[in-house]
């Protein structure tokens, strides 16, 4: 086994040692709302927003984007679980904001090992064979992290799948302080009608 999964089956031996009776807890979340936020290790959202085990729904994807993977769960959060708040989160520093689309692909067509980065940018540090897949995916990339709050509240809003009356929030996770910052577009877009 890898040092990893050891420490991780360790991790959990311990963890399952003392779960009482979090086992007994309801499948809906508790206090009825939803996160989108990134998968950046450094946001831990129960922490940011004060959850214990059964609060809330977290979803997690790159760069916390609106994609439909993420409004399918979103979807489900509220139709079969009783979610009636959703936040979308994103944060300062975010990998998401390094590379475009075309970057991307032109580093999974040269290989499929991981990649460097430096002041100069991205770079392939694999012999290939890499693979041309990567155009068919749209990366959703950041380019401007309150502009893709804005427009992930606003997608969420207008899909078809999401009733009126869900209020979506938009923040900005700063990695720097733990503060959640407002993107006062998005509020205003994700207001419940």
């Not at 927003?49 to 409004?71: F, K, M, P, Q, T």
């Not at 540090?125 to 427009?151: C, F, M, Q, R």
């Not at 990695?175 to 419940?192: F, H, N, R, T, Y």
Request: charged fraction near 25%.
């Amino acid at each position: 086994m890898s040092k990893i999964l050891d420490e991780v089956l360790a991790a959990n031996t311990e963890y399952a040692s003392h779960f009482g009776d979090k086992g007994s807890l309801p499948m809906p979340p508790g206090r009825h709302f939803a996160i989108l936020t990134c998968m950046d290790a450094r946001l831990d959202p129960a922490k940011y927003s004060g959850l214990a085990e059964g609060d809330a729904h977290v979803i997690r994807n790159a760069g916390g984007r609106a994609s439909d993977d993420a409004i399918r769960s979103l979807v489900i959060s509220y139709k079969l679980l009783g979610t009636r708040e959703w936040f979308v989160i994103h944060h300062t520093d975010c990998g998401m904001e390094t590379f475009t689309d075309e970057v991307m692909r032109d580093l999974l067509a040269s290989s499929l090992e991981t990649s460097s980065v430096d002041a100069s940018g991205w770079h392939d540090a694999g012999h290939g064979p890499g693979s041309t897949e990567g155009k068919y995916i749209d990366w959703l990339t950041i380019s401007d992290n309150a502009k893709s709050v804005v427009e992930d509240v606003q997608r969420i809003k207008s899909h078809p799948l999401v009733p009126k009356n869900i209020p979506v929030y938009g923040y900005i996770y700063d990695v720097k302080s733990g503060k959640l910052i407002e993107v006062p577009d998005a509020m205003a877009i994700g207001k419940a009608a």
